[in-house]
């Protein structure tokens, strides 16, 4: 847990930790810095405050752009902009768009058989914004097969999209992912900004054994223990 300010400094002093050893650390870190800063001003003279600032900066920008072996040879700011822009910055690192073989998750097959069930026209939500009851159920058979749906329900059939727990943490990620949005009461294709979901959504219906198509809303049959790809 961190250490917060106020809090007794954990290295036994009795000192509050913002008087004692979190001032070192900001000591350590700053340190070289400063010391960097008072020899490069070092007979220096300005004529104005501007003038001293504009110096600093032009310094600040060439050290933020100067390659650093802490980063394998990328500058500070090429760092700042790969951890940060990834998407943005196709000079330091680039996406496939399509993969050489089909990746093997079980989020994916539960994504591909929430995509078929969507289809264009969209699957409508509950009244507490959830899947609906027959593909929760349709659609858990699929991904378990009859034999282990069976077992899992032997005290009684799913309800609810929760009791489904990983189709439902596939319909939050999808959410927050903006491939799948609730619009007027149904569950709907995203939109994002990388990449038509329209093409994400074409894309896993004709990877998918599940099918999908135009109108599709129910989940095929398929044999026991038939995972989609």
């Keep these: 847990m961190k250490t917060g300010r106020n809090d007794p400094c954990p290295c ?36 104005s405050l501007d003038e001293a600032n504009a110096f600093l900066h ?8 100067a390659p650093s072996d802490d980063f394998h040879g990328l500058s500070p700011e090429q760092m700042h902009r790969f951890l940060h822009f990834p ?9 496939r ?3 050489d073989s089909n990746p093997q998750a079980p989020i994916l ?18 009244a507490t914004s959830n899947l609906p009851r027959n593909f929760c159920r349709e659609s858990a058979q699929s991904y378990y097969g009859e034999e282990e749906y069976r077992r899992i329900s032997r005290f009684g059939e799913l309800r609810t999209e929760p009791e489904f727990r ?5 319909r939050l990620v999808a ?12 569950f709907k294709p995203g939109s994002l900004s990388a990449l038509p979901v329209s093409y994400l959504f074409e894309s896993a219906r004709q990877r998918s054994p599940c099918g999908g198509g135009k109108s599709r809303r129910t989940v095929p049959d398929l044999p026991p223990g038939t995972l989609c790809p």
């Design 109 to 126: 097959s539960l994504f591909n058989l929430l995509v078929a069930a969507i289809g264009d026209e969209g699957l409508k939500a509950t």
């Design 87 to 95: 998407f943005d910055t196709p000079h330091l690192v680039t996406f």
């Design 12 to 47: 036994g002093s009795g000192l509050k930790y913002k008087k004692c050893c979190a001032d070192k650390q900001h000591q350590r870190v700053m340190g070289p810095v400063m010391g960097e800063l008072k020899e490069l001003l070092k007979d220096k003279s300005f004529g």
């Design 166 to 170: 990983v189709m439902h943490t596939t």
């Design 97 to 99: 768009s399509s993969l």
């Design 58 to 65: 032009q310094h600040s920008m060439q050290r933020n752009q």
């Design 175 to 186: 959410g927050l992912a903006g491939l799948v949005r609730k619009y007027k009461g149904k």
